[in-house]
């Protein structure tokens, strides 16, 4: 009785300890599905923060491009605008054709000729025939003094076009500023942002093709 009692006491023992045996081979402890999670948790959060980092990137490339864009948009515009720019009339310089055409000092002939057309280098200074006229002679004068003291450049700076606007959350801004009067150099210096970012910046220095006639 004593014998078969330790036998089957015996035979437990050894079910138990086969059975954990096999538990700790084929199943997962409290501890290793912790493990797993965070783990996962860790990939997982690595992997949302390279799609979030790639989606800015390509987000401020986009902007970056529009900016540029529009910077060399707002530029084309400008040199259409020195194109028309003119001083015939002696001072103030004007971009305004009526007014170009009723100048007597931007005609071709002694006030009866038709006005200088655009491209023209005589379209930008006023004419000075061989016998200079009162007109002439008086818009001359204003010009040589525009050319001196910086008022070419300003009074083209102050005719600038509008500057085309960024799509939000792009932003865009143009500082102008007259840098050297003797020149008649105008600074022109674009400051595109994105996501609150400064992402391109172009500075460019220009002289209104009127002044390249002045003495």
Not at 174 to 179: G, I, L, W
């Amino acid at each position: 009785m004593g014998l078969h009692w330790r036998y089957q006491l015996d035979c437990q023992r050894r079910t138990n300890a086969g059975g954990q045996r096999t538990a700790s081979v084929t199943g997962f402890t409290l501890v290793e599905m912790v493990l797993a999670s965070v783990l996962m948790a860790v990939i997982l959060g690595g992997a949302a923060a390279t799609l979030l980092v790639a989606n800015r990137s390509s987000g401020r490339q986009g902007g970056l491009n529009e900016l540029e864009s529009l910077i060399d948009r707002d530029l084309a515009a400008i040199q259409a605008l020195d194109r028309r720019f003119s001083c015939c009339t002696g001072s103030p310089c004007t971009a305004d054709a009526a007014t170009i055409a009723a100048a007597t000092t931007c005609r071709d002939a002694i006030g009866t000729g038709t006005a200088r057309p655009p491209g023209n280098e005589n379209f930008y200074s006023p004419r000075q025939s061989a016998i200079p006229t009162t007109a002439e002679n008086s818009a001359w004068t204003t010009f040589r003094t525009a050319c001196g003291n910086g008022t070419i450049a300003s009074t083209f700076q102050g005719l600038l076009p509008t500057l085309p606007s960024a799509q939000a959350p792009a932003t865009l801004n143009r500082v102008s500023a007259v840098t050297d009067n003797a020149a008649n150099r105008l600074q022109l210096t674009y400051t595109g942002s994105n996501q609150g970012s400064v992402v391109t910046t172009r500075v460019v220095n220009l002289i209104p093709t009127a002044a390249n006639w002045c003495p």
